[in-house]
C-alpha cells in the first residue's frame, strides 16, 4: 500500500523538489500551496505517476489550515509523512531597523503555520502508530547572523519544535526529522529581498549552491530509512559554504 505525504509550500523551491522525489517514489501525494495555477500544474504533471490531491490555503491562518486539512478526501486521510517545508525570510536589516510587517510574516509563517499544520496532522498519526514528520530548518537555525535576528529566531524556534516533538511523540511511534539547508538557490532571496532580482542573484554568485533538488534528495533518503532508524537532524552546507554568512567564493 502506498504511503501518503503532505507536503506545504509545494509549488516552488524546496517543496515542489520534494514533490517529485516523492512521486518516482511512489509517494502519493496531499500538495499545499498558496498559489492555485502552480498546485494545478504540478499536480497534473505528477498524476501520471501517483494519486493526488491539492490544498489551497495559508499556512498563516489557523482556521484556513484546520478547514483545508478537515476537507481531504478520504482516501487520503491516513497521512504517513508530513513535510513542513512553507516558510519564509522577509527583509534583512538591523534589528532596530526591522518591520513589524516582516517580522509577523516570518513569525507566523515557519513558526505558528508550523505548529498549526502539525496539530492538524499529528492526531492521525498517534491514532494509528506510526507516521513520519520532516520539519524544514535552516542554518540560521543553528548559528546567528547580524540583520537576521528574526528570521534566524523563527529558524531557531523550529530546532526547538522539532526537538519537543521527538519527545512527545516517538512513544507514539512518530519519527521527526530536522533539515537545516544552507544556502539552496530557489526563489528564498527574491523573497527575502522583496523582488529584487540584482540582488537576490548576488547571493549565489561565485560559488555552486545547493540545489532544491539536493534537500529533497535528503528528506527521500530520511523518510525511507529502516523502521529501526530515525535520521534526526541533517545539516547541509553547500561545498563553498563554512557558515551561514561564511562563503568561499571564486
Known sequence: MSRIALITGATSGIGKATAEAFAKSGIDLILCGRRQERLT?????????????TLLFDVRNGDEVLKAIASIPSDFHAIDILVNNAGNAHGM????????NDWDAMMDGNVKGLLYVSKAVIGGMIERGKGHIVNLSSVAGKQTYANGAVYCASKKAVEAISEGMRLDLTQ??????????????????LVRFKGDENRAAKVYEGFDPLRAEDIADTILYAVNAPAHVTIADVTIYAAAQAAPTTVYRK
Open 41 to 53: 500544474e504540478l499536480a497534473d504533471a505528477l498524476g501520471k505517476q501517483v494519486k493526488i490531491t
Open 93 to 100: 536589516s538591523p534589528i532596530q531597523d526591522g518591520d513589524f
Open 172 to 189: 507514539h511511534g512518530i519519527k521527526i526529522t530536522n533539515i537545516a539547508p544552507g544556502a539552496v538557490e530557489t526563489e528564498f532571496s
